[in-house]
Every structure is written in structure tokens, then in C-alpha cells.
């Protein structure tokens, strides 16, 4: 499977494009970066890629391998769950205060025992509410609610940049981790030109489009 | 030793959780207590006409020599029914609305924004006045009168609500995992609206009290005989000029206390529900 966004364009201020004939493309399994400094649509070009905001021209589908030939065959996103993911940078807003971890986590669907493990998450904060956890151990929550088979890709949108750097290296360990195991698609987007070198297979540079 | 175990030594959630209790308690009793006193206990008795407060008369009498406490307490309770009535009615059409409006948003929202103006715009006791002639007025009038005519602010604080937690990141997160919007209002943006329903409900019931009493004084509003607060306050305004004082000051006295429970109360289920006061 293969995700790919063709001839994005989008603008916030009339007149001016924030992108412009845009192609990107990631194949399963592959780990992908996307740098670029700030103001360069790396968000805009995310949240596009997930669904959360309609490109004004261009469009972003997903394509199936065909059997018969060695082309691929597009698919429109279904209305139930959409298999690319998003995760932002900050947690707190993508959990809602008034729910408790463990309906948070469950939203989706209660991941397994193993999985709550290999993320770092303890039984007991699963009883707790939002406030009472720090930014990395709801990260992980966050991380987690998306890694479940019907997500075939996942868009981390600086993802760990608010978090220390123990907490880094595990909630990436255990993306990574995943991704090869379930032939995940990732998109790294991060300003930290290491990390990216480090994680991905390939790098795109916004500028140079 | 950390932790003790006696009486008094409760932390503050089970203390407001205690207190909520016994205000609620203390408030069923009162409106059971009025709907159970008979007709008959209000009877007249000229012998004993403006009796000061004392043993036999604790609030005292008044002009035909009806015992005030039974009158207060018959009063309050009525006052109570229409109050709780209305103010529940308003809270469950603003509900509606206030969803409602965002969600769905286009035609909808400007059709309920419209209609709030219009309600707004229009002095609301006489709207009270025609719909209560409307619906043939006592009790029923009123209620209605008054739910037709309080739903708005609180629709719209709702409404303002609804639309900002209809583009936070995890109700939009929630549209990709695949949840219809009626999960999203329900599970998602339900439990924001619930403390800004309390805080209504208990501004609305005072409020309402307020008008049934006004409406009566009017004359459109309960008959005569029925001693509702209104009809006692008003009543005690032509004695109070004479020095009978308890005519006013009891009755007045309750409504007060009643308004500041019903606050209390409203208070105490917010700081309970909310997550971040809700393990002090």
C-alpha cells in the first residue's frame, strides 16, 4: 500500500500559497522525514495528508498493489476509521479533560496488556485524569490509541520534540518497533535534523519543492 | 500515623459530598412537606388574627389568622415546583439548541441564533403574561411562560460551548477514528456543557421564582388562595406599614435561604464533577 498526495496546493492568506503543486509519496514499512524550517507547510502538508484540512486543489489517496500488474490502484478514504494517523506535538489537546485514561485509551480500542507495556504506560494511570499525568507519559497514550491495525499510516507531527530525551527514545523505539513488525508507513516531521537522519530511510526537504 | 479515621476528620470531596446530600434532602423534605400539608391546616381562625412569632404560631399569624409557618412552608414548596420545573424545561431546550445549532450548523444554527434574538429582544414579562393567559394561567401558565422565555442565555453559553470544542484537536481526532458526531456530543462534548447546565439551572430558579411572584402580583399569574411566596410577600406589603413585620420577614427570610441552598448546591455538584477539584 502506498500513500501518496498529488499537486497539493493550499493557502491560509488570499494570494499566497503555503504550498504549491506539492507531490509526496510513502510506501508501507517505509519511515519517512519531511523537514523544513518554520512556516514551510510542514503542518499544513500533515494535517492534508491525515484529512483534517481539504487541499484547495490536489488530492490525497491511498493505492493498492494491483495482482495483475505491477501498477497500483487508487482508494478513496472510507468514512469510518481513517488509516492515516496523525499525532501532534502537544498531547494535552488531543486528550479530552474530562475523560479518564482509561476511556481515552479505549476509544479505539483497549490495546493489549503487551502493547500498554512495551509503551511504558502503568496500570494505575489508567484511573487517572489527564491533569494528573506529565506531557511524555500522555504522549505515550496518544501514541498508542494510534497504533492499532487499522492504521496503516502514521504522521508524527513533532511528535516528541516537547519531551526529554529518555522519553524520546522509547516512544520511538516502540513506533519503529511497530511500524516493521506491521509494515507501518511513518512520516517524521521534526525540526531536529539528527533525529531525523537517524530515523528515516528517506528525507524530503519542503524547500526544495 | 497518616491517616485518621474519625468523625471529623473527612476529607473536603466527602464533606461536599456530605453537605450536597443534606442540602438535597433538606430540599425534597421541604417540597414534600408542602404538597403534604391539607387544605384544612390553612384554615381560617379569627381569634387568633396577627398572633406575634411564639410557641403557637413559631412564624406567627396573619390577618384571618392562618398559621404563617404551614403558609411559608406551602409556599415554598409551590414556589420550588415552579421553579425546579421551568428551570429544568429551559436547561433541556438549551441543551437541545445549543448542540444542535453548532453541529449541524448552516440553516439550523442561523434559524436558533435568529430565535434567540428574537426571545431576547422582547421584555420577557410580558411574553410571561401572554403565555401564561395563553396556556389559562396558574401553575402551568407560569411554567411555561417562564421555560419559553429563560432558555436563551443559557443557549447561547452552550452554543459558544459547543462550537469551540467542535474544532479542538480531539473531537476532530475522534471524526478519524471513525465516531459519529451523535458519539461526539454525547461522550465528547456533553461533559463540558454539564457544569454550565448546573450554573443555569440554579440562575434560572431563583429567576423564575422572582416571576411567578411579580406575575401573581399582577394578578396573572396563581389565584389567591393558593400561598405561594409571591402572593405571601405581596399580601404582607399592605400589614408591614402597621408594624406586623413577621408577615414579611419569615417567608422573606426562607426564600433567601432557599435561593443560597439551591446555589450551594449548584456549587457543589460543579467542584465535584470537575477533574481538576475532583480528589481534593
Not at chain 1, 58 to 86: D, I
Amino acid at each position: 500500500m502506498r500513500l501518496r498526495a498529488h499537486n497539493i496546493t493550499y493557502g491560509y492568506a488570499k494570494g499566497r500559497k503555503i504550498l504549491e503543486n506539492v507531490n509526496f509519496t510513502v510506501e508501507e514499512g517505509e519511515v519517512v522525514g519531511l523537514t523544513a524550517p518554520s512556516g514551510y507547510g510542514k503542518s499544513t502538508l500533515a494535517k492534508i495528508l491525515a484529512g483534517f484540512i481539504k487541499p484547495e486543489q490536489g488530492e490525497v489517496f491511498l493505492e493498492k498493489p494491483e495482482k495483475a500488474e505491477s501498477g497500483y490502484k487508487r482508494e478513496p478514504f472510507s468514512m469510518g476509521y481513517n488509516p492515516v494517523q496523525l499525532i501532534f506535538q502537544h498531547p494535552e489537546k488531543a486528550i479530552n479533560p474530562k475523560w479518564k485514561m482509561r476511556k481515552v485509551i479505549s476509544e479505539v480500542g483497549m490495546p493489549s496488556a503487551q502493547m500498554l507495556k512495551a509503551a511504558g504506560i502503568k496500570e494505575e494511570w489508567l484511573e487517572r485524569w489527564p491533569a494528573e499525568l506529565s506531557g511524555g507519559e500522555l504522549q505515550r497514550f496518544c501514541v498508542l490509541r494510534a497504533l492499532n491495525e487499522q492504521t496503516r499510516f502514521l504522521i508524527a507531527d513533532e511528535m516528541t520534540t516537547m519531551l526529554d530525551a529518555i522519553t524520546q527514545a522509547q516512544i520511538w523505539n516502540l513506533v519503529l518497533t511497530y511500524a516493521s513488525e506491521h509494515r507501518m508507513g511513518v512520516v517524521v516531521i521534526s525540526h531536529e535534523k539528527i533525529l531525523v537522519d537517524r530515523l528515516c530511510t528517506k528525507v524530503v526537504d519542503l524547500t526544495q519543492m | 500515623m497518616r491517616k485518621k479515621y474519625t468523625l471529623f476528620a473527612l476529607g473536603i470531596r466527602k464533606k461536599t459530598i456530605f453537605s450536597t446530600g443534606l442540602f438535597l434532602l433538606l430540599f425534597v423534605w421541604v417540597m414534600a412537606a408542602g404538597i403534604f400539608i391539607a387544605e384544612d391546616a390553612l384554615m381560617v381562625d379569627l381569634e387568633q388574627t396577627f398572633s406575634k412569632p411564639g410557641m403557637d404560631h413559631l412564624f406567627g399569624s396573619d390577618w384571618v389568622g392562618r398559621d404563617m409557618l404551614l403558609r411559608t412552608l406551602k409556599g415554598l414548596s409551590i414556589s420550588m415546583r415552579i421553579g425546579l420545573l421551568s428551570s429544568l424545561i429551559s436547561a433541556a431546550v438549551a441543551v437541545l439548541f445549543g448542540i444542535i445549532g453548532p453541529v449541524f450548523g448552516g440553516a439550523a444554527d442561523r434559524c436558533i441564533s435568529w430565535l434567540i434574538d428574537f426571545v431576547l429582544s422582547v421584555p420577557h414579562t410580558i411574553i410571561i403574561i401572554l403565555i401564561s393567559l395563553a396556556c389559562g394561567g396558574g401553575l402551568k401558565g407560569i411554567v411555561v411562560g417562564i421555560a419559553c422565555t429563560h432558555w436563551t442565555s443559557l443557549t447561547r453559553v452552550i452554543r459558544a460551548e459547543v462550537l469551540q470544542i467542535l474544532h479542538v484537536e480531539y473531537t476532530q481526532l475522534s471524526r478519524r477514528f471513525g465516531k459519529s458526531k451523535w458519539y461526539i456530543a454525547k461522550e465528547h462534548m456533553f461533559p463540558h456543557i454539564v457544569p454550565q447546565l448546573v450554573v443555569g439551572v440554579v440562575l434560572v430558579f431563583p429567576h423564575a421564582i422572582l416571576h411567578e411572584a411579580s406575575i401573581t402580583f399582577l394578578g396573572f399569574g396563581l389565584p389567591a388562595h393558593e400561598p405561594a411566596i409571591g402572593v405571601i410577600l405581596s399580601e404582607s406589603m399592605k400589614y408591614l406599614t402597621s408594624g406586623k413585620w413577621w408577615l414579611a420577614f419569615f417567608p422573606g427570610l426562607c426564600l433567601v435561604l432557599l435561593s443560597l441552598m439551591v446555589d450551594k448546591i449548584g456549587n457543589n455538584l460543579e467542584k465535584l464533577w470537575n477533574p481538576n477539584t475532583a480528589h481534593d
